[in-house]
């Protein structure tokens, strides 16, 4: 299966996970990068998220041969919004929020 890679450099060269920078994911307007098949936008990381879509989207991805879940980024006009910093880290987060749907 080959990586789906949605973020390029100036010079249109595919951006990998590792390498992406902050500045790339607030100018993912100027990316042209829009929520699809493959990408989904979230504007929050709240406990609602959390508890009910979360692994819905997780799923969906699984089925789907992966994806990209941006959290922070405002669903629909994929503007940069930020979210707050939390306490945990966030794949423990997701993997405790999947074994305890």
């Known amino acids: ?10 010079d249109g060269n595919k951006i990998r996970l590792n390498d992406l920078t902050y500045s790339d994911i607030c100018n993912i307007r100027e990316q042209g990068i829009e ?3 493959k990408i989904e936008f ?4 709240d406990e609602n998220f959390k508890k009910k879509h979360l692994c819905q989207t997780i ?3 699984a089925n789907a041969e992966g994806g990209w879940l941006l959290v922070g980024i405002e669903d629909g006009t994929g503007n940069y919004v930020g979210i ?9 987060t997701i993997a405790q929020n999947i074994m305890n749907p």
Not at 1 to 10: A, G, I, S
Not at 42 to 45: A, L, V
Not at 84 to 92: H, P, V
């Open 59 to 61: 799923a969906s991805f």
């Open 1 to 10: 299966m080959k990586e789906y890679l949605p973020f390029t450099d100036k």
């Open 84 to 92: 707050e910093k939390q306490r945990s880290d966030f794949s423990q």
């Open 42 to 45: 979230k504007s929050q990381w």
């Open 35 to 37: 929520e699809g098949y």
